[in-house]
């Protein structure tokens, strides 16, 4: 099955983690997020850490009231986070693997040995009308598990092929490509929808956003960084035309 479009969704928790080591509102999340949609986002992505590191339950409440375009809350497969989406009920509710001691989402979540862990917390979710992703490694087996567990969508990581990139590394690169390539057919075959992200920038985005399964790319931290220097609408636009680019 493949995709006739790719949406991108931008991640803004990064914007949080600026506000949040000098204290006080600025910058504030919510703008940034307001300002990537004017500038072509299909959707935002906000990561609410049971530590809440950067992005905070205030900042959850008011992306949910003021954006007109899909909420995806990245959350960790908990009982306080699923209250939590349960209350507010964002457009989707991506379950990721998290460890206090990471700087950033480390690898994707172990859907098999989680099993009988993720199964009820997924079945509350969709059954609020919550819908579901699931943020795993490109394997075969995996998505064979998320089509069990009966969630909609997985998210693919792209973190192991984005530092390929990185170092020069061809060959590696290539490996993780093809495993995420292989992933996305079979998934889709399965009927499940298709997302990928996590590293992807501008160098790095193209041979990704070619794959015709993907419905959907979710960057945060390099549209982030790269705000810096361009501003985050320009940002935005190059990336998503990026994007087109190699979806054309």
């Known amino acids: 099955m493949q995709s006739s479009s790719l949406r991108l969704g931008v991640n803004?928790?990064?914007?949080?983690?600026?506000?949040?080591?000098?204290?006080g509102r600025y910058p504030d999340p919510v703008r940034a997020a307001l300002m990537a949609v004017e500038a072509g986002a299909d959707g935002i992505t906000a990561h609410l850490r049971e530590d809440r590191?950067?992005?905070r339950d205030a900042d959850m409440e008011a992306l949910k009231s003021v954006l007109p375009v899909?909420?995806?809350?990245?959350?960790?497969?908990?009982d306080e986070m699923v209250a939590m989406a349960m209350?507010?009920?964002p457009h989707a509710a991506c379950l990721v693997p998290e460890k206090r001691e990471e700087r950033t989402t480390e690898g994707g979540l172990d859907i098999v040995g989680a099993r009988d862990h993720l199964a009820p917390?997924?079945?509350a979710l969709c059954e609020a009308g919550i819908r579901v992703s699931l943020f795993v490694e490109p394997d075969e087996r995996v998505m064979d598990m998320a089509r069990r567990l009966e969630a909609p969508v997985?998210?693919?990581?792209?973190?192991?092929?984005?530092?390929?990139?990185a170092e020069g590394d061809a060959a590696r690169t290539a490996h993780e490509l093809a495993r995420i390539a292989r992933a996305a057919e079979y998934g889709a075959g399965l009927g499940l929808e298709i997302h990928a992200g996590h590293g992807l920038a501008l160098d790095s985005v193209a041979p990704v956003a070619r794959l015709p399964e993907l419905?959907?790319?979710?960057i945060g931290h390099a549209l982030i960084g790269e705000a810096i220097f361009v501003g985050l609408a320009q940002a935005v636009r190059d990336m998503r035309a990026a994007m087109e680019a190699a979806r054309a």
């Open 12 to 23: 803004i928790d990064h914007v949080a983690t600026v506000r949040n080591a000098r204290g």
């Open 53 to 55: 590191r950067h992005i």
């Open 70 to 78: 899909p909420l995806n809350f990245e959350m960790a497969a908990t």
């Open 87 to 89: 209350r507010l009920r």
């Open 121 to 123: 917390r997924i079945a």
């Open 154 to 165: 997985v998210e693919l990581h792209t973190g192991s092929y984005c530092e390929a990139v």
């Open 215 to 218: 419905a959907e790319l979710n």
